[in-house]
RNA sequence: GCGGAUGGCUGGAUGGCCGCGUGCCCGGAGACGGGUUCGAGGAAAGUCCGGACUCCAAAAAGUGACGGCGCCGGGUAACGCCCGGCCAGUGCAAGCUGAGGGACAGCGCCACAGAGAACAGACCGCCUCGCAUCCGCGGGGUAAGGGUGAAACGGUGAGGUAAGAGCUCACCGCGCCGGUGGCAACAUCGGUGGCACGGCAAGCCCCGCCGGGAGCAAGGCCAAAUAGGGAUCGCGCGGGGGCAACCCCAGGGGCCACUUUUCCCCGAGCAGGUCCGGGUUGGCUGCUGGAGCCUGCGGGCAACCGCAGGCCGAGAUGAAUGGUCAUCGAAGGGCGCAAGCCUGGAACAGAAUCCGGCUUACAGGCCAUCCGCAGAU
C-alpha cells in the first residue's frame, strides 16, 4: 500500500466516485492501465483547515490512516486510489469500531454497481 | 488562620495489543527483513524585535533621504530584551505603573466654558472721586475674594494699604551660583534673585545613537526534458608593452541617492535589464553538536560571567512523534451531620534552518519569599 503524494492523484480522485459517511467522505478511482506503479492500492488522506486547528487536523488524520491500515488491505481492490476526507468533530469523535465499519460500508457501496 | 504581592516549577499516570519516522548494528547483490536507540512545547503559536547562516563579488569614509530607538549604569553576539539604580504617579504595605532626551533653535496648537488662554486681562467684587433726595450712573485705582476651566502669570501666614499687590518679611516652591556624596541619572546643604520662565515634542522639529537588500521556496549539486530560441533598450570599438597568457594608462559599470578610495567586472560579441515562446515544477544537500544541557567550584546585590567534569536530548517533507483497550485518576457538580457514595473526566495547544527575547492563549496543582489584618506567646 503506497501513501498518495501528487496533487493531480487527488484532483483525479475527487472527480470520481465519492460516498459520505458521518465520520467522513471517500473518494475512489480506478487507475488507467498506463499509470505505471508498484503498489496496488493507493490511498491519500484529506483534511483542510475546515476540520480544525493542527492538532484536530493531525488527530483526524491519524484515526483515518489507522483504519485504512486496518481495512484496504483486505476490502479494497488492486488498481485503486483511495482519498479520505475528515470531517469537523466527527472524525475525531466517533467510536473507533463504528469508524471501521463504516469505512467497510463505504467501500463496498463504491465497488457495487450502480443500478 | 484570612486577604494580598512577587518569582519559579508542573500541567494526566501505568500496562497490554497493533503501527509510524530517524540514527546505528546484523543478514542480503539488491529490493528488503530483524534487532536496538531516540522521537513535540512552555508557549512548538503570533511572525513583532535582535542575531547566526546563505546569496546579491568584497569593503571603508563623508553628506543627504528614510526608518527605528531615547532617565543613568551594567549584562549580552546583539536587541526595542534582562538586571540594578534614579525620578514621577499610585497603594496602609509587600509592590505596581511610566514612548521617562530637549519647550531661552524655530514654527504651530491650547476645544467648550470664561472678562481674559501667552510680550496678559477686568465680568462680579473691593476702594476712592464726581453727579444724584433715592434706585443708581460716570471717571480713576486694585487684582486679595467670587465665578469659568485640564490649565488663570507662584503657595501659606504676617506686616502694609483708601482698597490692594513680592510692595516688604518668614517658610515652601522656582531660577541662578557654589560646596558635599555618587562612575552617572540624581540627592543634599549653603548663598543669592523678589518671580522674570504656563502646557503639548504618542504636532512639525532639534540633539544623540543604530540601521545596505533579500530570505532555507536562502543557496549548492544531480537527473529528466528541449528550440540552451527570438525581440528590444542602454553601454563600451582608445593608447602602450609582451610571441602569448597577461600587465599599465584612459573610458564605462558595480547591492537607497550623491561624492571619494581600495577592489572586482567589461570591451564588436560578450555581460546586464525588460518582453514573447518552450521545458521541469523530481531527487540529494543545506539539516541539526549548539551564543547547547546538567553538576560542582569561584566572581558579582543581580542580570550574568569564568573554570573543571560529565552528557547527546526530533529532523519529517500530502509532512513521523501515534491508534485502540484496560486499570487508576485532580479540579468541578450532586447527595450526606460525617465517614463516604454517585457523577465527571484533564487547559492552551503540534516542530519545519537554528538561536536570544517580546507578545498572546492556558483547567488545575505545587513550592519559595514578602506584606496587611486578627489571634497566641
Known amino acids: 500500500m503506497e501513501i498518495l503524494r501528487k496533487r493531480a492523484d487527488f484532483l483525479a480522485a ?3 466516485r465519492r ?5 467522513f467522505v471517500l ?5 488507467r492501465a498506463d499509470e505505471t506503479t508498484d503498489a496496488d492500492i ?3 488522506y484529506t483534511c483542510s483547515k475546515k476540520v480544525g486547528n493542527a492538532v484536530a ?14 481495512v484496504l488491505p483486505h476490502s479494497g481492490l488492486a488498481g485503486w486510489d483511495y482519498v ?3 470531517r469537523r468533530d466527527e ?9 471501521r465499519s463504516d469505512l467497510e460500508a463505504a467501500i ?3 465497488h457495487r454497481p450502480r443500478s
Open 108 to 110: 463496498g457501496r463504491i
Open 14 to 16: 475527487a472527480r470520481a
Open 27 to 31: 473518494q475512489a478511482r480506478p487507475r
Open 91 to 99: 472524525t475525531a469523535t466517533r467510536p473507533f469500531e463504528t469508524l
Open 84 to 86: 479520505l476526507i475528515g
Open 57 to 70: 487536523r493531525n488527530r483526524a488524520k491519524r484515526r483515518l490512516r489507522e483504519i485504512a491500515r486496518l
Open 42 to 44: 493507493r490511498v491519500g
Open 19 to 23: 460516498q459520505a459517511m458521518p465520520g
